[in-house]
T-cell receptor
Framework: DVKVTQSSRYLVKRTGEKVFLECVQDMDHENMFWYRQDPGLGLRLIYF???????EKGDIPEGYSVSREKKERFSLILESASTNQTSMYLCASSLDRGKLYGYTFGSGTRLTVV | RKEVEQDPGPFNVPEGATVAFNCTYS??????FFWYRQDCRKEPKLLMSVYSSGNEDGRFTAQLNRASQYISLLIRDSKLSDSATYLCVVNMGGSYIPTFGRGTSLIVHP
């Protein structure tokens, strides 16, 4: 089974801090994704990457950046955390961008910005 | 109009009931379809793909209706453990990134 590991289940950060969320997958997938999930809004795509050092903006990239230096690792960076970035962050990995094989998600990081 | 729409529910059903959810999509060129299950405060997990001919996995049946642009998920003999949110996912033609619905909440009670 593909395993997608997110480094933290819960994080509490202060407004203005730089925050790093790490995601590692162990199945050599080229495609990785970062979503945030908020009640009533569903899953919203922040960024995705289809290869090392490649990244594409999703629907809500503002306030975020990403890094993909190695195939297995995709990091989400909150440059200056704000309270409206309090959310559940989900990393996903896919063999084919989710078209045929779907996604495997990590267990999520619940971030609270105070 | 939203690209992918689901009734948020909750659908509140007794154990043993049969329940069905629909998910409508707006792009007629959509190519692939999935159902995911998400338990409370957990990550979504792939439940099943939806094939043109329909597919069944135990108590779960997924169907695609291209003419009316919706997919459905039928759960027979509901169990308490089926309580979750069910997300539909549609891969639009020409786009590589799937679009998630906001989910339908199912509560199965004794």
């Amino acid at each position: 089974d593909v395993k997608v590991t997110q480094s933290s289940r819960y994080l509490v950060k202060r407004t203005g801090e730089k925050v790093f969320l790490e995601c590692v997958q162990d199945m050599d997938h080229e495609n990785m994704f970062w979503y945030r999930q908020d009640p009533g809004l569903g899953l919203r795509l922040i960024y995705f990457s289809y290869d090392v050092k490649m990244k594409e903006k999703g629907d809500i990239p503002e306030g975020y950046s990403v890094s993909r230096e190695k195939k297995e690792r995709f990091s989400l960076i909150l440059e200056s955390a704000s309270t409206n970035q309090t959310s559940m962050y989900l990393c996903a990995s896919s063999l084919d961008r989710g078209k045929l094989y779907g996604y495997t998600f990590g267990s999520g990081t619940r971030l609270t910005v105070v | 109009r939203k690209e992918v729409e689901q009734d948020p529910g909750p659908f509140n059903v007794p154990e043993g009931a049969t329940v069905a959810f629909n998910c409508t999509y707006s792009n007629s060129a959509s190519q692939s379809f999935f159902w995911y299950r998400q338990d409370c405060r957990k990550e979504p997990k792939l439940l099943m793909s939806v094939y043109s001919s329909g597919n069944e996995d135990g108590r779960f049946t997924a169907q695609l209706n291209r003419a009316s642009q919706y997919i459905s998920l039928l759960i027979r003999d509901s169990k308490l453990s089926d309580s979750a949110t069910y997300l539909c996912v549609v891969n639009m033609g020409g786009s590589y990134i799937p679009t998630f619905g906001r989910g339908t909440s199912l509560i199965v009670h004794p």
